[in-house]
């Protein structure tokens, strides 16, 4: 049970909402979007169900935030070393590998949900969602374009290529621990080790 | 709707519980398990609700079955490559990525609910169900090490790598399409060369 107490007056306050948020977030990791229900939120809260109401008109916009957050946490990060052209495209991987991973381990019941519950989406959420990922897509495209353009990355299927690599990134969210051997730092580095003499030419 | 008639006596058939799986599998996938309701798998049947239970006993008796056939096709595989040991680490590592890729993209339902849906299954089933993931995983990681003690393999974090190129193949599940540009076989090509060249010793 939370400490802060209920205003008397029952009127919705912005710390009130952030327990709602926090606490839907970690039940959807927990069990899953469909499988929580406004009560078991309600109750993770100490609140009456009918409260929720004063903070969210239904389940879906406690689930899309997660999806913006995810996402903005991603790509704000790639687009920032995307851009840095002077860097060479094996320092942009590398660095994109890296803010990808550590997305990923420091964040992760914000990923957890963001890479589980997409079917959740509503239709119109859902095709945001995909236009958003296919922007992140592209610009890891780009870099292994720009590899093999300088020379600096062999000749590959650059779109399978990016596809595994995310792939790999993003699948640490059903295995990395908080409390495991490795901090995020380590384990991005073995990975950007095996990535990039994946694809450097030789 | 389906062709084949329902049996004028009411009786299960076997023709029938296959059509019974079939339907929950694809809705399964669709939709998600827990949003998949009785009631839906049995109009994709062209059921009574109430007949489903000729079949089985619950939802979940439709789930568990598909986590034993993608398991069962995972570990198939890899326990006949990790046994032939006149192969070196490199061509056995590389028929199980091999076999992993194809599995999946070949399976896309069934691994797909498997992939998404362990959340779902009940205490005993996942414990099982993590006990396989981890032989599983302990096959591929002693590849690498055999790869490491023959020279093939550079010194690595073995069980980081072994986890990235896991996480890479089933990632497969979230975009590999049936009708896309590449076939299986291409994709495990590009893939497995990522991979190997990430792997060997220079």
Not at 152 to 174: A, H, P, Q, S
């Amino acid at each position: 049970m939370p400490e802060i107490q209920e205003r008397q007056d029952g009127l919705a306050t912005p710390a009130r909402e952030g327990q709602v948020r926090a606490a839907a977030l970690r039940l959807f990791k927990e069990k899953g979007y469909h499988a929580t229900s406004m009560r078991d939120i309600a109750e993770a809260v100490g609140i009456n169900k009918g409260s929720l109401y004063s903070y969210i008109k239904s389940k879906e916009d406690l689930l899309v935030p997660v999806f913006d957050q995810a996402q903005g946490m991603l790509t704000s990060q790639i687009e920032q070393i995307a851009a840095d052209t002077a860097a060479s495209p094996t320092e942009r991987l590398k660095r994109a590998l890296h803010a990808h991973v550590t997305a990923v381990a420091e964040n992760l019941d914000v990923l957890t949900v963001y890479l589980s519950e997409w079917r959740q989406l509503a239709a119109e959420s859902l095709a945001t969602n995909r236009d958003q990922r296919e922007r992140y897509a592209a610009m890891f495209h780009q870099i292994l374009r720009d590899g093999i353009a300088s020379g600096e990355f062999r000749e590959m299927d650059t779109r399978i290529v990016m596809l595994g690599m995310i792939g790999m990134c993003n699948y640490l969210f059903r295995w990395y621990r908080p409390d495991g051997r490795l901090a995020p730092d380590q384990i991005a580095d073995e990975l950007i080790e095996m990535v990039i003499r994946g694809v450097q030419a030789t």
